[in-house]
Every structure is written in C-alpha cells, then in structure tokens.
C-alpha cells in the first residue's frame, strides 16, 4: 500500500501528525461541517452549526432532528427571563441547575462558551462537566445546545449580554426601565433545513495479521482498541484516552511483535490478530459484524478455530492504576490465566507503584449497551478480558469532549501511557514465549535497548489521534483518518483490510444524516422596549401635529393673541 502523501517515515508520520493538528482548527467564523447523525438507541440528533460572527459552534438538537431555527435576543443566565431567549454560559460558570433553569424556562436555544485551550480549567470544573453529559445526553428537549470557542469577540458578545442581563436586577424600576431603553443587545440568528437520514453511512474498521510460525491449527490471539470517540458534541469528540491512548498501545504492540516475528528464533508459535475497531461507542457495532462475518459467513478464519484470548485496550492513558475486566474469571491451566498471572507478577515485579486488580462484571442482556468490547467476544463464547485503568465502565471520561490531551485532570500522560504498554507487552510476551516455566526472572525486562518502546513514536501518534474529532459519524471510510490508519498497520502486519457497516434498513440500530451547512449571525440590536418608547414618542409627535391640524382656527387665533399682547407689553 503505497504511504499518503507526507508519510514515508516515523518521523514524516510525527510532522503529518502535526501537519493535521494545524488543519483541523477553526480559521474563520464561517465554518464547514460534515456529517452528523441521530442515534435511534442512544440520544437523540447532535447537529453542527457555524457562525460567521463567533467561533466555530457544535449544536445538538435533542430530541429531534429538525431543523434548529433560531432567531432570538442573547442572555446569559443571571437573567430573570429566560424563555425565548438564547442563553450564553460560559464553562467556567457552567452547572448542571443552571442548565435546567434555561430549559425549564423555554429557552430558545444554550450556547456554551468553551475556553481555547482546556488547560486553562480546574480540573473540578472539567470533573462536574463530565458528570453532567450523561444528563445532558438522557434528557429529551427540543432546545438546540450549541457549544463554541471562546474568542476576544464572543467574549465581548458574552460580557455586554451579561451586563445587560445582570441590570435588570437593579432596585428602582426606573433605573431598569432606562437601562433596558439605552442597552445594546445581540440578536442571535440561525437558519437550517430538515436533516435527512443517510442510508448508505458505513463505519469502518481496520484489521491485520501476524502469522505464527509452524502449522496450520495454532492458537491465536486477537489483540482489539476501537478508535472512536464520543460526547455531547460530536465535533468536540477527541478521545484522548477513550480510546486513543488503546489504540495507540495497539499499534506499538503491533510494531514490537512485527520485529519479534521477523527473526526465526523469536518467531513464536501463535497466530496474533489486530483489529482496530470502529462504532465501539455505538454498542461496538463494528466488532459485532466482524464476529458475525468471521464466525457465521466464512469457512477461513482465524476465529473459528483455536482462539487462545482476546484482549481489549480500553483508557490506557493515566492514573496509577490497572484493571483487568471480565466477564467470567479465567480458569486455572488456562492461557488466559496464565496471561492474569504474567500480569500480576510484571506489576508486582517491575512497576511495584502500580495497583492491579480484576473485577468481574456479568454481562447483562437487558440493557441496551454493553459495558466493556469484550463482552461481545464472550457473546460469542470466546474468552476475552479488557484491560483499563478505569474500575467501571460508566466513568466520565470515556464518553465526554474533556476528554482531550491538554484537560487539566483528563490529560493523558505520555509516561503513564508508555508504562502501562510496557506492562501489556510484557506479559503478552511471557505468555507468547512461556517464559515463567523457562526460569525467567520475573524482573528481567524483555523489551530493552533497541526492542524498547518508543515513547516520542507513540507521542505523535497521540497527536495525530487527538488533531481530529473521531465521532463515528465523522469518520468516513474513504478519508484521511482511516486511510492512515491502514497505512500504519500495514507497516508492521500482513492482510491490513477494511471491514464496513452498515445499519440495517428494517431495524435499525443506529441513524446517520446528512449534514447541513449553517450559519449564526449575531447581530447588534436595540432591545424591544427600546422599539416600543420610540414608538410612543412617534405616536405623540404625530398626535399632537394632528390636534394641531384639527383645530388649526383656535391655534392660529391663540397666536396672534399671543403675538399681539407681547407687542403691547
């Protein structure tokens, strides 16, 4: 497969990496979007907005997917009245009540204002933010949420609104009356058409092998991180942790064991299966069609057979912590035991300030999304485990647009992320080469020297997965991001292919649309009283000119009497 343009190289990869970090920032106030999508299972239809007087701006319509039309005045949420009003908030200030306080008022539409860069924030800010998506996301309402960029004109915007909104507050009506009368405001104005739904939307997924050396019957092992992320705004969806930091220790795994496997004498025996997989936060919708065509509509496949375990890479990039998560305790004598055990005995051994433990979570059928993307393998009765550094599945950052490489308390840390691959890759390969029966210390570090992790390679592949929202909705089968996605693993494995999805007509579970261009003008206006005491004035003026036309006889005498007694005096 021939590189894209620009890539020839791990170091051409780093500076492409950068090279896509620069495109996707907003240049200019008007803005193009792409694809957007209702999910029929999840929540209802975020939409992308733009505006040619602010920042870029992500808008959800919950609850529907029609049209946002807006044409209203801005507020902020100090003021009394919200309905009809489009309400601006900035992160800073942001809370869940005030949230609801505009949507119990009718608002005409939120705008949340995000700061520039997220470093910026108190990490309890970014922590109660993630708490409320889930909420934000749950709760049905036909008010657009639109998020934007913080720049010096929309904050100009936002701070002559909110003293307008903090004025009506005064103790004399008079003095509010006057100030409602002299104020400026900003008439906030958007137009849209009807979304449609896109039949035809696939979700890609990239796959590639590793074959083992010796027969044809060898066990295999499916190493698996899905690439895409999530959150209340698909355009702001960078997933830096969930789950960029597993696929980045998927594709770093993928080049140790492609150097293990090019020498005879470390050629192991086992077949390894790489799939980064796509719609993992629509359900894993695309493991589960993998499955389904390995398993159900081919005779040939690597999965039908001898599957030794699967191991799913999931938030690998922070904390001191790591979690290995099943849906069935691993037997004694088992492979996937004994990969528990490597586990154990690396942390224990070489990483001591790090805290390992299972938990063991059933997998419950009744609910709508699976908790971990392993439980879709032991659907299918093969043995798989996740590791995280997370203990549940229902944590904040796996589903929220904090989650992004600068977030103070959400930030991936190069050295953890780099670490917590040496641990996987450790283990992985004492069980490859059963090194433990060997008599191979437990402290002996198998990757050293020039077999050693490349923390700088796996940090430009971080900013390449964070230049860009991976939403799977965004993520078209045929852009850069999966093409280069492809080209990386085909540097290191054999038969890299593509799988795709598509929703089914007759029972859906997921709906894409088509995306609409669209565009927020804020416009500078005198509020309505303003309109209404002009048109007093103009109603007085004109009902005095026509008294005066009336009665013009009596006017003209009580001139000239007037006149004349001024000439006497």
């Known amino acids: 497969m021939a590189a894209p343009p620009g890539i020839s190289s791990p170091e051409a990869f780093r500076l492409a990496s950068f090279s896509s970090l620069l495109n996707c920032i907003p240049q200019a106030l008007n803005l193009d979007s792409s694809a957007h999508i209702g999910y029929a299972f999840l929540y209802p239809a975020p939409r992308r907005l733009d505006s040619d007087r602010s920042p870029s701006l992500e808008a959800l319509t919950a609850g529907s997917t029609r049209s946002a039309v807006l044409n209203t005045e801005a507020r902020t949420v100090e003021a009394d009245v919200l309905s009809r009003r489009c309400v601006m908030m900035r992160l800073m200030d942001f809370s869940y009540e005030q949230y609801q306080k505009a949507l119990r008022q009718s608002a005409g539409a939120v705008v949340i204002i995000l700061p520039q860069s997220m470093s910026s924030v108190p990490q309890d800010v970014i922590r109660q933010f993630m708490e409320t998506e889930p909420e934000m996301l749950a709760m049905e309402t036909i008010v657009p949420v639109y998020f934007a960029e913080e720049d010096e ?47 035809d939307w696939q979700i890609t997924s990239v796959e590639g092998r590793l074959a083992g050396l010796g027969g044809d019957d060898l066990p295999t092992i499916v190493i698996v991180a899905h690439y895409d992320s999530f959150g209340v705004a698909p355009w702001l969806s960078h997933g830096a942790d969930s789950n960029g930091s597993g696929v980045a220790v998927l594709l770093e795994l993928a080049r140790l064991f492609s150097r293990l496997y090019t020498y005879k004498r470390t050629h192991a025996g086992y077949n390894l299966l790489f799939f980064a997989s796509g719609g993992g936060k629509f359900n894993y919708q695309g493991t589960k069609r993998w499955l389904e065509d390995n398993l159900d509509h081919t005779d040939s496949s690597l999965l039908q057979d001898n599957v030794a375990f699967v191991l799913c890479l999931d938030t690998l990039g922070r904390g001191n912590s790591l979690v290995l998560h099943v849906s069935k305790p691993p037997k004694e004598g088992t492979l996937q035991h004994a990969f528990l055990k490597e586990l154990e005995l690396v942390v224990a051994s070489q990483f001591p300030e790090v805290r390992f433990s299972m938990v063991h979570k059933k997998i419950n059928l009744a609910e709508d999304l699976l908790a971990w993307e392993h439980e879709r393998f032991a659907i299918r009765r093969l043995p798989a485990f996740t590791v995280s550094h997370l203990e549940s599945h229902r944590d904040g950052p796996r589903n929220s647009i904090m989650d992004v490489r600068s977030a103070a308390g959400a930030r991936v840390d190069s050295k953890v992320l780099t670490r917590n691959t040496r641990i996987v890759v450790e283990a992985l390969t004492r069980v490859i080469y059963n090194l433990t029966e060997k008599g191979v210390p437990a402290d002996l570090q198998v990757f050293t020297e020039q077999m050693q992790i490349q923390q700088e390679q796996m940090e430009s592949v971080m900013e390449w997965l964070t230049s860009q929202p991976r939403a799977a909705q965004l993520v078209d089968k045929d852009g850069p991001f999966i093409s280069t996605l492809e080209y990386y693993m085909s540097r290191y494995l054999k038969d890299v292919k593509q799988h795709h999805v598509k929703a089914d007509k007759r029972d859906p579970e997921f709906v894409f649309y088509d995306q609409l261009k669209q565009v927020m003008n804020a416009y500078r206006v005198k509020p309505a009283i303003f309109d209404l005491l002009l048109a007093l004035c103009i109603a007085a003026y004109l009902g005095v000119a026509y008294i005066a036309v009336q009665h013009f006889g009596l006017l003209y005498k009580l001139v000239q009497r007037l006149s004349l007694k001024s000439k006497q005096q």
């Open 153 to 199: 004109e929309l904050l100009s915007i936002y701070e002559q609104t909110q003293a307008a909104s903090a004025s009506q507050g005064s103790a004399s009506a008079a003095e509010v009356l006057l100030h409602t009368a002299t104020a400026n405001g900003f008439q906030m104005v958007t137009s849209g058409a009807q979304s449609k739904a896109i039949s």
